[in-house]
């Protein structure tokens, strides 16, 4: 339940799929009808297109996310979770849940911060984030307090004292990133545990976990500033699903095992282990890694 899972740009990006493949957008049936019509290949180059054309764009600003229509979505999702009457509530809290985040998710940003931001904002992402970054008009802290409280001048100052504390550079960088990531990901998750659990008079069952160990081809695929130290995002799932060819330690190898066997008795059983103990209860076996 992302913050950035439903945001104000499907609107706006839709108009310009169909501005770029020449549909009129004032005629939404005419519209929809002509898209209906197309081949799955030509609106995935439309969509590719006008993507591409955002340069510069923070990497939770989504173009195209579910919206409130009345029909599939007829209420914010974390307003239907926290109503516990609600069918949705009902149905969410009978389930057996794992939710979990690797120790780095702000990993998405850093690629971002390589790719073209940096260069826009003016700093080298290998040396530091400045603080000028979260806190200036139109970027992170301001970003967020929009997406969230209507651009709430007094959440966007909070953002900033808080995740821009840090006088040390290296310090001040991690916790720009950790203001991203517990943004977009740990404050949801956090929050998606809570209305599954401390509300809940369902029979599901939550589990948690924080994955931090960072696969070899990773390492081989990315170049991370020396100062980052983090599990990148999906991290886990090469080793949930292995099908890239990289030599692996003992370690690794012993993790891919464990974590394997984990999803699939969750899958099979919602337990976790042979002796029929809740498998997510073994976190800490996680942490020797």
């Known amino acids: ?21 020449r549909y009129p957008t004032t005629e939404t049936n005419m519209s929809i ?4 019509k197309l081949p799955a290949e030509v609106l ?16 939770f600003i989504i173009p195209l996310t579910p919206i409130l229509d009345g029909e599939l979505l007829t209420n914010d999702p974390i307003e239907l979770l926290a109503n516990t009457e609600s069918e949705v509530s009902i149905f969410y809290r009978s389930l057996d849940v794992v939710i979990g985040t690797v120790s780095g998710e702000e990993s998405i940003l850093l690629k971002a911060f390589q790719s073209d931001l940096q260069d826009i904002f003016h700093f080298d ?16 802290a301001p970003a ?9 001048s007094k959440v966007t100052k909070t953002i900033c004292d808080k995740y821009g504390e ?11 990133l950790f203001a991203f990531s517990d943004f977009i990901f740990n404050v949801p998750t956090a929050r998606s545990l809570r209305l599954h659990s401390e509300i809940s008079s369902g029979k599901g069952r939550h589990y948690q976990y924080i994955f931090s160990r ?14 980052f130290d983090g599990a990148i995002h999906s991290a886990e799932i090469l080793y949930q699903f292995p099908n890239v060819a990289i030599p692996l330690t003992g370690q690794d190898e ?15 059983t919602g337990d976790v282990n042979e002796e029929g103990l809740p498998q997510w209860k073994e976190y800490d076996i996680l942490n020797e890694y």
């Not at 530091?128 to 139109?138: A, K, T």
Request: with cysteine; hydrophobic share 40%.
């Open 125 to 140: 992402v290998n040396d530091h984030i400045p603080r000028h970054f979260l806190c200036n008009v139109n970027v992170l």
């Open 166 to 176: 840090p006088s040390n550079e290296i310090e001040l960088s991690k916790s720009i």
């Open 1 to 21: 339940m992302s913050f950035s899972l439903h945001g104000p740009y499907t609107e706006s990006t839709s108009v310009n799929i169909l501005e770029y493949l």
């Open 33 to 36: 009808d002509c898209l209906r």
């Open 144 to 152: 967020m307090s929009a997406m969230t409280y209507g651009n709430n």
């Open 214 to 227: 960072l696969h070899p081809y990773f390492k081989l695929l990315f170049h991370l500033p020396s100062w």
């Open 254 to 268: 012993d993790l891919k095992t464990r974590l394997m066997k984990y999803w699939t008795n969750f899958a099979k």
């Open 44 to 59: 995935i180059e439309a969509y590719s297109a006008v993507k591409t054309a955002q340069v510069g764009e923070l990497p």
